[in-house]
């Protein structure tokens, strides 16, 4: 499939949501299947989606980032790098760096991409990050394969284009190297899925009749005798809140019934599917509260996996944007960006506490280094590494 800014003649070209969909592939939109129309929003009314997407975004808001300076030595921390003060101070005036941090991974997840304003001050230092939410935004390709940005502020209705240097734009994996691809679209299939077994599960709620057995007749039953079992049955049968009751009619007989093979199967299916939202966003069923196969032992695997996989990956991701899209050209030779991954154990103090002393021990860190990171005062003599304890004999 040749994508249309491919083409010989095409000089400019808008993305459309069929670009980035291998309608050729697949016959047809892949919104419609089992009944269901996928998108961001409907994605996220699968608790299994939301929590993933939570799980992800909430733990890199909760890592600190730091800009190092490079050095013959090695490195430096710059903590008045333009970079280092939104660290510090927050995307912009209405957002932290915790918070920015967890709306970008988070709009990326959702759409595959994020992308936020780069606004600099007289100097041309950035100043402020401003996020552009992408269903404002349409993405453009020139004829030298650059891109450009439209964006219609949602408030103000107002158009501007942005170049790809005035944006910081993190994608999901792409097909083209230009935008990211969703994963809810990527696997359209398996979110629709989903949300059809909801909604079916909902309408079998909300329309279903739940006696607890059934109530025959004998003889026959007229038409006016019908209508009144009907409305009797339906007052007293229909809704959840009802479900359980019996009809009792003088000459009638009760049979005992249970749950069908259909239902049974459909909260089986239901359980799958949170598994296969677990597996489309990489996170463990743990992460996202099913402890369905979890043990205390799987589940600190499975966590530690999600640290060292899921977790490293974004953190890398957004390293390498910041690098591309917010340092200057100037600082790329001079600086790096790096979110510190150790922050994933301040919830857990006792392997914490124990890598700081094997970092003591190794002579990797000093105590008052160790402090430091505790958020501690530095002590008299602790510049130094402990002196070896003396042989015994």
Known sequence: MRWPWQRAEARAHVFTQKDLTAVEAF?????????????????????????????????????????????????????????????????????????????????????????????TDDGGRVRELVPLPWPSITPMILADRRMVYDFVDPITGQRRRLLDTEVCHLRDRSDDGLLGRARSERASPVIAAALALSEHAGNTFKNGSFPSGVITVEGKVTEDNAKRLRAQFESLFQGPKKAGKAMILPG???????????????????????????????????????????????????????????????????????????????????????????????????????????????????????????????REGGDEFEAPAPAIG
């Open 27 to 119: 016959g047809g939109d892949l919104d419609a299947n089992f009944g269901q129309r996928v998108n961001a929003v409907r994605s996220e009314w699968l608790s299994a989606v939301t929590a993933a997407t939570d799980a992800i975004a909430g733990t890199i808001a909760g890592l600190p980032g730091y800009v190092y300076r490079v050095t013959d030595a090695g490195r430096e921390e710059d903590s008045g790098h333009p970079l280092a003060l939104i660290v510090r101070d927050g995307w912009n005036d209405n957002q932290s760096w915790a918070d920015g941090a967890q709306w970008l991974v988070a709009e990326c997840l959702r759409y595959g991409n994020a992308v936020a304003e780069k606004r």
């Open 252 to 378: 009638a007989k009760f049979e005992g019934m249970t749950g069908t093979p259909v239902e049974q199967e459909m909260l089986l299916a239901r359980r799958f599917a949170i598994e296969e939202a677990a597996r489309l966003y990489q996170v463990p069923p743990p992460i996202i509260g099913d402890l369905t196969h979890g043990t205390f032992t799987n589940s600190e695997t499975l966590i530690r996996f999600f640290a060292q996989s899921t977790i490293s990956t974004w953190c890398r991701k957004i390293e390498a944007e910041f690098h591309r899209s917010v340092f200057s050209a100037a600082s790329r030779r001079t600086h790096r960006f790096e979110i510190d991954l150790s922050g994933l154990l301040r919830g857990d103090p006792e392997t914490r506490w124990k890598s700081h002393e094997i970092a003591v021990k190794n002579k990797i860190l000093t105590p008052n280094e160790i402090r430091d990171i505790e958020g501690w005062n530095p």
